[in-house]
């Protein structure tokens, strides 16, 4: 059951990740859900809003703590196409996101385990759960057609 709802969230995301790509953006969508509910929506609009805080995770974490009234985001789930970098892991963790499940590994600058694992760490006071590769290859197809069209 939850590997049904994990996908269905990831398309939802995926579809985000079609909105950057139509934008000129590097294709990554997010969504936030608490109780099989959709909370925010976002992609990554770094370009557009000339902001190198704007990625998909940051823009659908301030939109869900707006809508929260809150910054903390205890028992929501962050869908990302794209596993986070460090900036959004460690905004994950300050808000309290429960889990996060990413699709596409990120080798270069993957914070959930690839680059590095900020969510393995002890020492922070907070943990959220990562789970990688949902939809991994629909996810990864979305930022290599983008790229094979830029070049």
Do not use: W
Request: a negative charge; aromatic letters at 6%; glycine letters at 10%.
């Amino acid at each position: 059951m939850q590997a049904e709802l994990d996908q269905q969230f990831m398309a939802l995301a995926i579809e985000q990740a079609n909105c950057a790509a139509l934008a000129g953006e590097v294709p990554v969508g997010a969504v936030i859900v608490r109780n099989g509910q959709v909370l925010a929506k976002a992609f990554n609009q770094p370009i557009g809003l000339h902001d190198p805080s704007a990625h998909a995770e940051m823009l659908a974490l301030r939109a869900a703590g707006q809508s929260e009234g809150n910054y903390r985001l205890p028992g929501t789930t962050l869908y990302v196409t794209l596993e986070p970098c460090a900036m959004c892991a460690g905004a994950m963790l300050h808000a309290r996101v429960e889990r996060v499940v990413y699709g596409a590994p990120d080798p270069k600058t993957g914070a959930a385990g690839s680059a590095l694992n900020l969510f393995a760490n002890p020492q922070i006071n907070h943990q959220t759960q990562a789970e990688g590769g949902v939809l991994a290859e629909e996810c990864g197809h979305v930022l290599k057609r983008f790229f094979k069209e830029r070049r």
